[in-house]
């Protein structure tokens, strides 16, 4: 199918449905979006793939009427219109289904369906009857069988996303805009997803696709367009959809320099491997899994990667360690010795640090400055008598900003106007001032762009070479796959196997990840 | 500083306006009463400022003055208990106060709005319930410690002119309360995690001690300001006394720039809006042009003037930055 259609250059005859020229979008301290162009057929599938703050959901959210731009024209069958709001996205036809569901959960399948627009009776009831029966339709169109009446809390992750797309087809979108649709679904959840799409591109529905999963991508997509640094890296189309092709215009150079590591540091590694283990879990529960127990460990100098599907409970793992929930059950060892964390501080002290996930929520505080965001985590180790050491805190910020290579006007500036892969240095370097021997990391580089990420893992490659633990978690595989001196795969909560550096592969680990494979080796170490 | 700046000149062009439309304004007598109100609101506004600071809210501050207010001449003049003891009882009962509320709010994790709402009814229930409502004061007797709030320290040089005792005792909790703020690592913590209480948390900050502490802190500057009151009045009617101090204590805090989603706010901004609000009061009061009645609506509408600009001011900065930006 993707053969004839991309065989027959569209573009040449008809003008595309949709095209974007040039669009600029500004945001404090970094231009996310420089002039980036894009054109979809109709019934085309283009996939938009690119590094984590690449720009693809800024994209997206453009298109679909939830962020203004600042530059640029979007044109519809050749006419430019205007997509300030959500509603003149939709009318237009360009509906977004966003990586996190807008649904209201609280309410039904149908009412969702029909929110806003809900068909009343008389002019002020809502017509419970027509809904249910015009949402059937719907529901059919998406291959979705599930009443109407069910709340939509009931339903799973999956049918909810189904949900949207029914909801985004009943209001007659032409381009449907998918952020990441298959992050959290399972594997026959996926199939059914991607035969929905297939099936809607047949009617003449354009998608455009964002993936990190590169294998749906080959699949799916008749055209691939790549995004790198908010700008247009280039463009793929079938038989150039390979593996190597797409890292290659994602990465911008090549992909071994770019993930370390490779084989330069092989003896410190090796030395790593035969160090006692600095940390272990023994039976350890989470609070997410609290029937799965636990087991694996980290020795000093060493990274380790755990990769995992969205809901896998890797989060849950570094949250544990790091006492922000408190284990359920099970041990945690220091170097032999077992710990409590009952709280971040007990961690803390015990040798652990933990960049979260939620950079913006968690990790740093974004209308404090940079000083006093470098020195938050230490400021109870260096206090003098409760009183605020500012000697400390200045010549703290001055050196981390050297050292991690912070781009600030100063350290006065408040975080939140530093570009996400500045903001991430600083929830690192408020650690580095304590000189943890245990670093946790979860996804050390979501949404920066491709410069800082080459500068964090180069900074978790030194720390590891000084000999601390790093363990962290990562949705990108990439990311796994070229720091990781060993990877815990885990699935629905439990560690599905350990992969040595040697066993590590794309699809070793998405076999693990998706619950599907035997278990090899599952012991640790 | 440039809030400060602001609430500043708003105070200053009141008091000018004020001073021009009434010749009574500049008097020595209107301004040690303006004075000794000041000090005695702001007491209650700093209290409530640490709260704020943690984006909560303390709604039962004119309870607890009533509390202490009525409670402190019950104690010595109808139970004749020692003067120690009962002023240990009511810095001990307003301690205790604070402490649930921050209990409350933290470990059980319930609203501060709803945790203070109810302290507000059940203080004022049971000021009422221990006088049966009879009002309450110290007759002739305890004039030493009647002086913490009547005496005035004469200023040099003017005749006649002394600054009232509370406005200096509340200079001192000022200060004290903006060293905290500014320069310990515990204010450092608290404007941390009213920005962000989980980014504090995930720094290792134990934010439920720290949110507990400012619950305590209000509560303690409650009960203090409830005996000036009522050392100052010599009468309080558990009915009425305290009644809607909460929301001036908040008010002036929200004008003196801290938000009300947290993590901001100035000692200097909350005193200047302390003040600003007893100028507007004593304008209504001296400026004959002006109805009587409409205190609440003027004062109300001064400060939803003041945040509504504050608010277009920073939308305007943002604005110029992201321009500038741009061009760059």
């Given at each position: ?347 803390i ?15 740093v505080i974004?209308?404090m400055t940079v000083r006093s965001n470098l020195s938050l985590a230490s400021l109870r180790q260096r206090q003098r008598r409760g009183f605020l050491p500012k000697a400390y805190e200045e010549e703290l910020s001055a050196r981390s900003i050297a050292n991690l290579?912070i781009?600030t006007p100063g350290d006065e500036q408040e975080v ?9 240095k600083v929830?690192l370097g408020k650690w580095l001032a304590l000189e943890p ?89 | 500083m ?176 903006a060293i905290l703020l500014n320069q310990t690592v515990h204010g450092r913590y608290l404007l941390a ?10 720094s290792g900050i ?123």
């Open positions: 199918m993707s053969l004839d259609l991309a065989a027959a250059p569209a573009e040449t005859t008809s003008a595309p449905l949709l095209e974007v020229r040039g669009i600029v979008k500004q945001f404090p301290g970094v231009k996310a979006l420089r002039e980036v162009n894009l054109t979809v057929s109709r019934g085309e599938v283009l996939a938009v793939v690119g590094e984590n703050g690449a720009g693809k959901s800024t994209l997206m959210k453009i298109l679909a009427g939830v962020q203004s731009y600042d530059a640029g024209t979007v044109l519809l069958d050749g006419v430019e219109i205007r997509v300030d709001s959500v509603e003149a996205a939709l009318s237009h036809g360009i509906a977004l289904i966003h990586q996190e569901l807008n649904l209201a959960d609280n309410l039904t399948v149908g009412a969702n369906l029909f929110l806003g627009r809900e068909p009343r009776r008389w002019g002020m009831v809502i017509d419970h009857d027509r809904i249910a029966r015009d949402a059937r339709q719907w529901l059919d169109r998406v291959g979705l069988e599930v009443d109407p009446q069910t709340l939509v809390s009931d339903l799973s992750i999956g049918r909810q996303q189904m949900v949207e797309i029914a909801k985004a087809l009943s209001v007659n979108a032409r381009v449907l805009i998918m952020d990441e649709p298959t992050s959290s679904l399972t594997q026959h959840e996926a199939e059914q997803l991607k035969n929905v799409i297939r099936d809607l591109s047949g009617r003449g529905v354009s998608i455009v696709y964002i993936s990190h999963r590169l294998g749906e991508v080959r699949e799916l997509a008749h055209r691939v367009s790549v995004l790198r640094d908010g700008a247009n890296a280039g463009e793929l189309r079938d038989g150039q959809i390979t593996h190597e092709n797409l890292v290659r215009l994602m990465v911008g150079r090549d992909v071994s320099q770019f993930y370390r590591r490779a084989d330069a540091t092989k003896e410190s590694r090796a030395m790593a491997a035969s160090n006692p283990p600095l940390l272990q879990a023994r039976g350890l529960k989470t609070f997410a899994y609290p029937r799965e127990a636990l087991d694996f460990e980290l020795r000093a100098g060493e990274i380790v990667g755990i990769a995992g599907l969205v809901g896998a409970g890797r989060t849950e793992v570094l949250q544990t360690l790091f006492g922000i929930e408190p284990a359920i059950e099970g041990e945690i060892l220091i170097s032999g010795k077992p710990v409590r964390a009952l709280c971040p501080r007990d961690a002290d015990a040798g652990l640090a933990l960049v979260p996930e939620d950079r913006k929520a968690q990790g974004l209308a290579n781009k939140g106007f530093l570009s996400g892969g500045n903001q991430q929830a021997r245990i670093l946790l990391l979860d996804e050390p580089t979501r949404g920066i762009d491709v410069g800082a990420k080459a500068e964090i893992y180069r900074i978790m490659e030194s720390l590891a070479a000084r000999g601390v633990g790093i363990l962290f978690a990562s949705s990108e595989m990439e990311e796994v796959l070229g720091l990781s001196d060993r990877a815990l795969v885990m699935h629905e909560g439990r560690i599905r196997g350990v992969l040595a550096r040697a066993e590590l592969s794309e699809e070793a680990i998405m076999r693990l990840a998706t619950g599907q494979a035997a278990t090899p080796t599952l012991s640790t170490g | 440039k809030k400060v700046i602001g609430i500043f000149c708003l105070l200053l062009v009141v008091c000018v306006a004020t001073a021009m439309m009434s010749d009574q304004f500049l008097t020595k007598y209107n301004i040690e009463n303006l004075l000794r109100r000041t000090g005695l609101f702001g007491i209650l506004s700093v209290g409530v400022a640490f709260v704020i600071i943690t984006s909560g809210i303390d709604l039962s501050i004119g309870s607890v003055v009533c509390l202490v207010g009525v409670g402190l001449p019950w104690m010595l003049t109808v139970l004749k208990v020692p003067l120690g003891l009962a002023l240990l009882t009511v810095f001990g009962v307003s301690l205790g106060i604070g402490w649930a509320h921050g209990l409350l709010v933290t470990k059980l994790r319930i609203q501060p709005f709803v945790v203070t709402l109810c302290g507000l009814l059940i203080y004022r229930g049971l000021a009422r319930g221990i006088t049966r409502d009879q009002t309450m004061g110290f007759g002739n007797d305890f004039k030493a410690l009647r002086w913490l709030a009547t005496e005035k320290i004469s200023a040099p040089g003017i005749e006649g002119f002394g600054v009232p005792l509370p406005f200096i005792l509340m200079i001192g909790v000022a200060i004290l309360a995690l009213g920005r962000n209480e989980d980014a504090a948390r995930y134990n934010t439920h001690r720290m949110i507990i502490m400012a619950y305590v802190i209000c509560a303690a500057m409650a009960g203090f300001g409830g005996m000036l009151f009522v050392l100052d009045v010599n009468s309080a009617q558990p009915a009425d006394f305290g009644n809607f101090y909460e929301l001036y204590a908040i008010a002036a805090a929200v004008l003196g720039g801290c938000s009300l989603r947290g993590g901001q706010g100035t000692i200097l901004g909350v005193i200047l809006g302390t003040a600003l609000m007893q100028v507007l009061r004593t304008m209504i009061t001296l400026v004959d042009a002006l109805p009587k009645n409409i205190e609440y609506a003027i004062i109300g509408a001064v400060i939803l003037g003041g945040v509504a600009t504050d608010e277009l001011v920073k939308r305007y900065v943002a604005q110029r930055k992201a321009a500038k930006q741009l061009q760059a």
